[in-house]
């Protein structure tokens, strides 16, 4: 068993810049990969960034390239999502999830942390 836990969420003016970070914990193993999601209003959920179990972002969505940064901290098992330059669009819940090790599941999920992008 595996547990997330979202923090950095809070409403913010388009434009800032916010840092979510996402604790791990329970039965961790050495090579989970890990990703960022989101839900918007009325969106289905979207997958925003992938960071590989060493450490090598291998994923961004189109639309935050250039401005958003996935990266992890396996000292406090702890992985980041730098976000800059924030539009009113990405509004939404953004979710943290664990990959297990040898599969493209993601298994474990946080709660989520609520972004609002205000003008």
């Known amino acids: 068993q595996v547990q997330l836990a979202e923090t950095g969420g809070g409403m913010v003016q388009a434009g800032d810049s916010r840092r979510l970070s996402c604790a791990a914990s329970g039965d961790l193993f050495g090579s989970y990969n890990m990703g960022w999601f989101r839900q918007a209003p009325g969106k289905e959920r979207e997958i925003v960034a992938r960071?590989?179990?060493?450490?090598?972002?291998?994923y961004y969505i189109d639309s935050v390239k250039g401005r958003f940064t996935i990266s992890r901290n396996d000292a406090k098992d702890t992985v980041y999502l730098q976000m800059n330059s924030l539009k009113t669009e990405e509004t939404a819940v953004y979710y943290c999830?664990?990959?297990?090790?040898?599969?493209?599941?993601?298994?474990?999920w946080g709660q989520g942390t609520q972004v609002i992008v205000s003008l």
């Open positions: 999830a664990y990959q297990t090790p040898g599969s493209l599941q993601y298994r474990y």
């Open positions: 960071i590989t179990w060493n450490a090598i972002p291998s």
